[in-house]
């Protein structure tokens, strides 16, 4: 009797220590596959484990990747700032710059001549920062806002019908405004403004034929409505030179 409780004891014990080398064999059969299965995906991975070389390589790989992202981001700092400006503040981010630009250009078309009147004028670099920031900056942004609702395209032909309004529409008119308000606050009246304006308007058009339309293709083609005006304010740059020189010329008598 004790014999028999012996071997089927025996037995028990045989067949739970063969359940659980089964279950353990499944266990790491299950591992060895999911292991095998994120190495078949990645092989470098398996190449990584085996070569610490590389995978020191890649950390200071990422090191110096993060690094220069941090020195890129520094770099853009201030293109970031200006477009978010642009985005949240649009008005006064392109009459602010449209503004700073006129500011430079008047002064160095008043440096190219004072080697003969030996002066700045302050009052008339004043009157050109006044007229950027509250005339030119707001106009560029409604009217190449508009242009864009018009004609969305920026193929060729469509570049070519923007540049022929702006020529046509745009550029005379604000040209004819930029006279009158700086004969205006030079003291000039209504009579003495329209002599003026018989005397300069045609030539400085004419003039701005060799140089604006190139300009514009450009602006209208290739670059983002948000950044027209940003884009024509900085070719403005080289014309306002020109065109606050016209409009320092002395009143007609």
Known sequence: MNRKCKSIQAFITNRCLLRFSEKQFLVDA???TEQWKYYSRSPFQLRKIRNPKISSSLNLSSHSHSNSSNS??????????YLAKLHS?????????TSL????????SQMIAS?????IDLKRTLRMAAYGMLVLGPTQHFWFNSMSKVLPQRDTLTSLKKLFMGQAIFGP???????????????????QIVARLKRDLLPTLVNGLLYWPICDFVTYKYIPVHLQPLVNSSCSYVWTIYLTYMASLTKVV
Do not use: M, R
Request: glycine residues 12%; proline residues 2%; hydrophobic residues 40%.
């Open 30 to 32: 299950s591992h060895v």
């Open 72 to 81: 890129n981001s520094t770099k853009i700092g201030f293109l970031g700032w």
């Open 89 to 97: 503040h649009p008005l006064i981010t392109k009459g602010v710059t």
């Open 101 to 108: 630009i006129y500011v430079a250009a008047d002064l160095t």
């Open 115 to 119: 080697e003969y009147s030996g002066s």
């Open 173 to 191: 008119c604000i040209t004819s405004v930029f006279f009158s308000y700086n004969a205006a606050l030079q003291g000039e009246n209504g009579a």
